[in-house]
């Protein structure tokens, strides 16, 4: 199957059967703006093997001519088994705006975007982006920092139910000005958010429910079984491995948090938005920080050299 025909067939067909694009080995360049807004879509290597199908953009420039190689404005849309690098913007866009629902990422690799690597965008007009799953995939910086500041992992907005499992993150660190954006990072009015059993290596934030003094944050959801390691001293933003910023209800429940840099706080909750949560029998290196009049509920958790 040849990349560039990948518009016309998931888009031209207007049977509502589910299609499946087979991709050969092989790598693709200049991937550009592949927009998926038909429903029912599974794209796949033949092979399953990430490292042998590569979709690469036109460099991670700002104004290079490839900003998204996945624009996705259709539900039940499947990625699995593929390379996704070098563009603009987004590696793929995932658009809360326009209702999109049971998104999945799978088995992939995404390196190096001026921007957010996975992204969900939104605005406020009463849409969500519900049920996404996104499992067993590698989001890196492979030059161990990014390019700027305004990088992160899995950036996203107006999320409802979505899993986050089993994925490993690498270098999602700023090289000057400010902190990069987390590693993983629900906020924006989203809800019930499950991310479990994750790794996050050499990122300035790990895990991110919410951002600021909002009532429209993120509410409810699940943290756990994640480790977050930070060994990186050159890296000049460090910052929390875990963070609740107007998250409600939330659980940071079994991770190991071990950050080797200047930064205090291991896990923070913030702000008075944040209460009825639960942070227990976590293992951490640093401090579990209370700050802006936050509340929660503190147990078994274990400090470790």
Known sequence: MIVGNMYNIANNDKSGNVIEILVDDGEYKNSSNIIISRNNITIRSISN????VVLSGSGMKKKSPVEVIFDISASNVTLSGMTLRNVSHHLIQVRAEKGVDFFSLDN???????QQLLKVSGKDNGEYSDFGV?????????AGVAPNYYVGGIDAHRSRGWVVSNNIFLNIASPAEKVAEHAIHFWNDSYGTQVIGNTIINSDRGIGFGLGNSSRQHQGGLIEN?????????????????ALESSPDSIVRNNTV?????YPNAIEYRFSVTKNVIIENNKVNKKIKQRDNATAVLSANEFVD
Do not use: M, Q, W
């Open 49 to 52: 093997n990430p490292a042998h």
């Open 108 to 114: 992939c690799i995404l390196e190096d975007s001026y």
């Open 134 to 142: 996104i499992k067993n995939s590698r989001f890196e910086y492979t």
């Open 226 to 242: 994640n480790v977050v390691s930070h060994t990186n001293t050159h890296h000049p933003f460090s910052d929390t491995g875990i």
């Open 258 to 262: 071990l950050l080797y840099t200047n």
